[in-house]
T-cell receptor, first 115, second 114 residues
């Protein structure tokens, strides 16, 4: 069955430390992959996306993610956390031949940044 | 203009009320979506409109009624809701329902049903 898994519902890092948020998917065909960020009481904003071009994808706010087919992963990283990065992060996967209606979200990871 | 605008931002209604949520985009997108998001949960797809026709209806109760008057507007009509329907309702749009590009989300309408 097709699925997307985010490991860790809550990740806490110190300001300036590396941020690593994990996302794995289950599919026999490489899907389209996205990371969204949601700040409190707001909608979702796209951080970055993988659509079968370069496997290392750079996004906004210094975030990047690497698509690893062999590991079926698309982990999100940022070298140095900032207080403003505290938010909920959702990995999302499109399995359905490009139809956005088939976008499946992971359960989300709440990122806390300590001063 | 890369915004999806939702109104109202907050709505409180009783179980016998009729209200509507509105969504507007002027990016020329031809697919629009309604999602429901409960606290500490990911968004759940409710409806997808593609070229102003309902293309996906994820078995949502009939007390939620979507409407797409034109390619820029999307409404969600609410009637006889239950307290468990209280949630953040998110509208989104994309170039087309078959496009693998991003979804653009509005800021949401937070609904409280008393």
């Amino acid at each position: 069955a097709q699925s997307v898994t985010q490991l860790g519902s809550h990740v806490s890092v110190s300001e300036g430390a590396l941020v690593l948020l994990r996302c794995n998917y289950s599919s026999s065909v490489p899907p389209y992959l996205f990371w969204y960020v949601q700040y409190p009481n707001q909608g979702l904003q796209l951080l970055l996306k993988y659509t079968s071009a370069a496997t290392l994808v750079k996004g906004i706010n210094g975030f990047e993610a690497e698509f690893k087919k062999s590991e079926t992963s698309f982990h999100l990283t940022k070298p140095s956390a900032h207080m403003s990065d505290a938010a909920e992060y959702f990995c999302a996967v499109n399995f359905g031949g490009g139809s956005q209606g088939n976008l499946i979200f992971g359960k989300g990871t709440k990122l806390s940044v300590k001063p | 203009d890369t915004e999806v605008t939702q109104t109202p931002k907050h709505l409180v209604m009783g179980m016998t009320n009729k209200k509507s949520l509105k969504c507007e985009q002027h990016m020329g997108h031809r697919a629009m979506y309604w999602y429901k998001q409960k606290a500490k949960k990911p968004p759940e797809l409710m409806f997808v409109y593609s070229y102003e026709k309902l293309s996906i209806n994820e078995s949502v109760p009939s007390r939620f009624s979507p409407e797409c008057p034109n390619s820029s507007l999307l409404n969600l009509h609410l009637h006889a809701l239950q307290p468990e329907d209280s949630a953040l309702y998110l509208c989104a749009s994309s170039l087309g329902a078959g496009d693998p590009g991003e979804l653009f989300f509005g800021e949401g309408s937070r609904l409280t049903v008393l």
